[in-house]
């Protein structure tokens, strides 16, 4: 009370003179002397008719108030409300202050910006119940808590279990059977028992063990963060709003939505500095569309995207930066582009080089190579068989008329031929009700025994409905692998099926040892064919010696790598090849072993097709090798470093190793397996597929490649576009029932391929 009347007189002094209180007007020195002075008491700095006298009045009334109010005050309206005003970056009725907008605010990479939850990165690493239980099938007493199955933790095993008994769980029920209050049981517990996620906390107190820390990322997952919805964004930032928007909603805009966002921002502000700010939106925003990426959202993960789309990323980056006279080397830029695409990519290249820029570009496709100003063809074939210049000159109609591979068939001289006929297969699988990202409830048709074909523009959800939803369901079912996976509603048609196979251009292997005579499994015949040789048996060397993953035969300066590691400290590390072994891999005693002249060195240094030949006696050997040849990969050697193969020599050294194995009514599925390839290689992978669904088999392809669509039994295309405006199936049937489309974007480009047919 004391320190109420001290303020009240202090104000007395300074000439305020009255107070308002519900209505009632008093004397500030009257105040001060009574007994008691109310609670929310308002000190009346004037009062004021509104006019144009008074607008000054007002503003000098309010600068007077915010001094003495510590930046806030009121503007009592008579017979109206109170309204409270302040100048400050705050809630003028709670006071409730916020930051000051600065631009360090709205990035998730500053800490002043970034969510304190998950430190910018949007999402956090939760016990996740579809890795702790990834078989449903299974019931408790037979081990469907796959952490607990480990000797370990037998004892947690067994507490579960009798609490679950003393809850009234059936615990020899699978657990995809259980109501979902007994799932909640299980893992968050109650009445003293803690739940799987309450053993999991405990173990978290020993994270600073490594095999802990090891353990409990087995059993997590990436979840959304709670405290920013996976904005990455703290709450100050979220509050900043533009025409009702706030950054983190329009991050998660696709370039398409945000250009029509700048649209309507530009209609409301006048400020010369944001026009120009927006120019500059404008100008990348409708790069980033032109080079076919409109689909994607402004806050999508770059680890998330497709080579081609990092690419096409950098391609859209540097037309805003709008450099000249500079050199573009662009790798495949079409990777993972619909032909549709293709056409805008092409424009956007035109315009680099009418600028005044010179691009080299590495291409297989037909469309871009038709473009070129200038054509460099290496050959004549593939590895040993090519590094030569065939032709170097004028593109476009001097092109055409060039004696090169691709030139034949460009001419068409040199084609992929379209099937006579289209098989019907056996039966059908059927996935219902799919959700995930941009799928809109669809419903998913394979016949079984074909070669099928996804198609769609990029971005329009065929990766998602068959790698993520499909393949994920499947793994799941047949016990390969317990991924996260899309939503979706049932399979119909498992019974039809034995297996799945995911064929990915992911590496063999990640380190040198990985190579494909080891791979295809002839390295053990070939170690065997050595170790059976006089010379062998006069030095007493084995099978084992003859390989360079042990020690024994192998050169172990090296460790049977071949090469060195040089560390370089602030560089990056340089390999030279082995002084001691030359890159051989073996001690010299092993090389002194010869097979029909040759040692292993040399004989792990022979092309595949030379392998045949040299080989042609050992027919399972032959047999394997020639399943490589099949493939188009007659080039390789047998001891090439997996770590040197591209995406799609990876691809295809998978789908050669699948020919060799026996398998009954598998559903292989392959993602772009056209990526690197020419046509002439696209031709024999399109003969090694067919020859896997004469096996029995159903290949489903997720593809773009016309002349591979155009030979396929069945086609699921989906779109009509990319992002929001995708995620539907357009058109299916067989090629020719699907070129009638109108809907259909591929249907536009595949009809001139299949015009003889449609006559």
Same mark, same amino acid.
């Given at each position: 009370?004391?320190?109420?009347?001290?303020?009240?007189?202090?104000?007395?002094?300074?000439?305020?003179?009255?107070?308002?209180?519900?209505?009632?007007?008093?004397?500030?020195?009257?105040?001060?002397?009574?007994?008691? &002075?109310?609670?929310?008491?308002?000190?009346?700095?004037?009062?004021?008719?509104?006019?144009?006298?008074?607008?000054?009045?007002?503003?000098?009334?309010?600068?007077?108030?915010?001094?003495?109010?510590?930046?806030? #005050?009121?503007?009592?309206?008579?017979?109206?409300?109170?309204?409270?005003?302040?100048?400050?970056?705050?809630?003028?009725?709670? %006071?409730?202050?916020?930051?000051?907008?600065?631009?360090?605010?709205?990035?998730?990479?500053?800490?002043?910006?970034?969510?304190? !939850?998950?430190?910018?990165?949007?999402?956090?690493?939760?016990?996740?119940?579809?890795?702790?239980?990834?078989?449903?099938?299974?019931?408790?007493?037979?081990?469907?808590?796959?952490?607990?199955?480990?000797?370990?933790?037998?004892?947690?095993?067994?507490?579960?279990?009798?609490?679950?008994?003393?809850?009234?769980?059936? &615990?020899?029920?699978?657990?995809?059977?259980?109501?979902?209050?007994?799932?909640?049981?299980?893992?968050?517990?109650?009445?003293?028992?803690?739940?799987?996620?309450?053993?999991?906390?405990?173990?978290? #107190?020993?994270?600073?063990?490594?095999?802990?820390?090891?353990?409990?990322?087995?059993?997590?997952?990436?979840?959304?963060?709670?405290?920013?919805?996976?904005?990455?964004?703290?709450? #100050?930032?979220?509050?900043?709003?533009?025409?009702?928007? *706030?950054?983190?909603?329009?991050?998660?805009?696709?370039?398409?939505?945000?250009?029509?966002?700048?649209?309507?921002?530009?209609?409301?502000?006048?400020?010369?500095?944001?026009?120009?700010?927006?120019?500059?939106?404008?100008?990348?925003?409708?790069?980033? &569309?032109?080079?076919?990426?409109?689909?994607?959202?402004?806050?999508?993960?770059?680890?998330?995207?497709?080579?081609?789309?990092?690419?096409?990323?950098?391609?859209?980056?540097?037309?805003?930066?709008?450099? *000249?006279?500079?050199?573009?080397?662009?790798?495949?830029?079409?990777?993972?582009?619909?032909?549709?695409?293709?056409?805008?990519?092409?424009?956007?290249?035109?315009?680099?080089?009418?600028?005044?820029?010179?691009?080299?570009?590495?291409?297989?496709?037909?469309?871009?190579?038709?473009?070129?100003?200038?054509?460099?063809?290496?050959?004549?074939?593939?590895?040993?068989? +090519?590094?030569?210049?065939?032709?170097?000159?004028?593109?476009?109609?001097?092109?055409?008329?060039?004696? *090169?591979?691709?030139?034949?068939?460009?001419?068409?001289?040199?084609?992929?031929?379209?099937?006579?006929?289209?098989?019907?297969?056996?039966?059908?699988?059927?996935?219902?009700? !799919?959700?995930?990202?941009?799928?809109?409830?669809?419903?998913?048709?394979?016949?079984?025994?074909?070669?099928?074909?996804?198609?769609?523009?990029?971005?329009?959800?065929?990766?998602?409905?068959?790698?993520? *939803?499909?393949?994920?369901?499947?793994?799941?079912?047949?016990?390969?692998?317990?991924?996260?996976?899309?939503?979706?509603?049932?399979?119909?048609?498992?019974?039809?099926?034995?297996?799945?196979?995911?064929?990915?251009?992911?590496?063999?292997?990640?380190?040198?040892?990985?190579?494909?005579?080891?791979?295809?499994?002839?390295?053990?015949?070939?170690?065997?064919?050595?170790?059976?040789?006089?010379?062998?048996?006069?030095?007493?060397?084995?099978?084992?010696?003859?390989?360079?993953?042990?020690?024994?035969?192998?050169?172990?300066?090296?460790?049977?790598?071949?090469?060195?590691?040089?560390?370089?400290?602030?560089?990056?590390?340089?390999?030279?090849?082995?002084?001691?072994?030359?890159?051989?891999?073996?001690?010299?005693?092993?090389?002194?072993?010869?097979?029909?002249?040759?040692?292993?060195?040399?004989?792990?240094?022979?092309?595949?097709?030379?392998?045949?030949?040299?080989?042609? %006696?050992?027919?399972?050997?032959?047999?394997?090798?020639?399943?490589?040849?099949?493939?188009?990969?007659?080039?390789?050697?047998?001891?090439?470093?997996?770590?040197?193969?591209?995406?799609?020599?990876?691809?295809?050294?998978?789908?050669?190793?699948?020919?060799?194995?026996?398998?009954?009514?598998?559903?292989?599925?392959?993602?772009?397996?056209?990526?690197?390839?020419?046509?002439?290689?696209?031709?024999?992978?399109?003969?090694?597929?067919?020859?896997?669904?004469?096996?029995?088999?159903?290949?489903?392809?997720?593809?773009?490649?016309?002349?591979?669509?155009?030979?396929?039994?069945?086609?699921?295309?989906? +779109?009509?576009?990319?992002?929001?405006?995708?995620?539907? &199936?357009? #058109?299916?049937?067989?090629?020719?029932?699907?070129?009638?489309?109108?809907?259909?974007?591929?249907?536009?480009?595949?009809?001139?391929?299949?015009?003889?047919?449609?006559?």
């Amino acid at each position: 009370m004391a320190q109420k009347r001290e303020r009240l007189a202090a104000l007395q002094k300074g000439g305020f003179a009255r107070a308002w209180h519900e209505g009632v007007t008093s004397r500030l020195e009257e105040l001060c002397e009574a007994r008691s &002075i109310p609670q929310g008491l308002f000190i009346a700095v004037d009062r004021i008719s509104i006019g144009e006298e008074g607008r000054n009045r007002l503003a000098e009334a309010l600068e007077t108030s915010f001094s003495e109010g510590q930046g806030f #005050a009121a503007v009592i309206v008579e017979d109206g409300p109170t309204v409270w005003v302040t100048n400050r970056f705050a809630c003028a009725e709670c %006071r409730s202050g916020y930051e000051k907008p600065v631009p360090r605010l709205f990035s998730f990479n500053n800490p002043f910006g970034a969510c304190p !939850a998950c430190k910018g990165f949007g999402n956090i690493l939760e016990l996740s119940p579809d890795l702790v239980m990834p078989n449903r099938r299974l019931s408790l007493s037979e081990g469907a808590i796959e952490p607990f199955t480990k000797p370990s933790y037998e004892a947690w095993n067994r507490a579960v279990i009798e609490k679950a008994q003393q809850f009234g769980i059936d &615990i020899g029920r699978p657990v995809d059977q259980l109501s979902a209050e007994e799932m909640a049981y299980l893992f968050e517990g109650g009445s003293g028992f803690p739940g799987i996620r309450g053993y999991f906390q405990r173990l978290e #107190a020993k994270k600073y063990k490594l095999h802990v820390r090891v353990f409990l990322s087995r059993y997590k997952a990436e979840r959304p963060c709670h405290e920013c919805a996976g904005s990455r964004l703290n709450a #100050a930032a979220r509050r900043v709003q533009i025409l009702g928007e *706030t950054i983190d909603r329009v991050a998660s805009l696709s370039f398409n939505e945000f250009r029509d966002f700048l649209h309507r921002f530009e209609e409301t502000v006048a400020d010369p500095a944001a026009t120009r700010i927006l120019e500059e939106l404008h100008k990348r925003t409708g790069y980033a &569309i032109e080079v076919g990426i409109g689909y994607l959202t402004l806050d999508r993960l770059m680890r998330t995207l497709s080579g081609g789309e990092a690419q096409r990323i950098g391609l859209a980056n540097q037309l805003g930066n709008g450099l *000249t006279d500079t050199l573009y080397v662009l790798d495949e830029p079409t990777i993972g582009l619909h032909p549709h695409n293709t056409e805008r990519l092409l424009h956007v290249l035109h315009d680099l080089a009418d600028r005044g820029n010179t691009l080299v570009v590495v291409e297989h496709d037909p469309d871009v190579i038709r473009e070129g100003d200038h054509i460099v063809e290496l050959g004549p074939e593939s590895g040993v068989r +090519g590094g030569e210049l065939v032709y170097a000159g004028p593109g476009k109609q001097d092109f055409l008329r060039a004696d *090169t591979t691709t030139a034949r068939y460009l001419r068409g001289e040199l084609e992929i031929p379209v099937p006579a006929r289209r098989r019907k297969g056996y039966g059908q699988l059927k996935l219902t009700g !799919a959700r995930a990202n941009n799928l809109r409830n669809v419903d998913l048709q394979v016949p079984l025994g074909t070669l099928t074909c996804v198609t769609g523009v990029s971005g329009s959800g065929k990766s998602t409905l068959v790698h993520q *939803t499909l393949y994920g369901a499947l793994a799941r079912i047949f016990g390969i692998e317990y991924a996260e996976l899309g939503a979706f509603g049932e399979i119909q048609g498992l019974n039809l099926i034995r297996g799945v196979v995911l064929v990915d251009q992911q590496p063999i292997g990640k380190t040198a040892r990985s190579i494909p005579a080891s791979y295809i499994g002839i390295y053990d015949d070939i170690r065997r064919l050595l170790s059976q040789t006089e010379d062998a048996r006069i030095h007493g060397l084995k099978a084992g010696s003859f390989s360079f993953n042990v020690p024994g035969g192998r050169c172990e300066r090296c460790g049977g790598m071949g090469i060195e590691t040089v560390e370089m400290h602030f560089l990056s590390d340089l390999e030279m090849i082995c002084e001691e072994c030359s890159g051989t891999r073996f001690q010299q005693k092993v090389l002194d072993v010869r097979y029909k002249g040759k040692n292993v060195a040399e004989i792990l240094a022979l092309t595949v097709d030379d392998a045949l030949r040299f080989f042609q %006696r050992e027919k399972r050997m032959v047999e394997r090798l020639r399943l490589l040849h099949d493939v188009g990969l007659g080039y390789l050697t047998l001891g090439q470093s997996a770590k040197t193969l591209s995406g799609g020599e990876s691809q295809r050294l998978k789908v050669a190793s699948e020919l060799g194995v026996r398998r009954q009514r598998t559903l292989y599925i392959l993602d772009e397996p056209t990526t690197g390839l020419h046509m002439g290689e696209v031709k024999l992978l399109v003969e090694v597929l067919n020859k896997l669904v004469e096996k029995g088999h159903t290949v489903l392809v997720v593809e773009h490649n016309l002349d591979v669509i155009k030979c396929a039994d069945y086609l699921i295309d989906m +779109g009509p576009g990319g992002g929001d405006n995708g995620g539907r &199936i357009v #058109a299916e049937g067989t090629p020719e029932e699907v070129v009638v489309s109108r809907r259909s974007l591929t249907a536009r480009h595949l009809r001139p391929l299949l015009k003889p047919r449609l006559v």
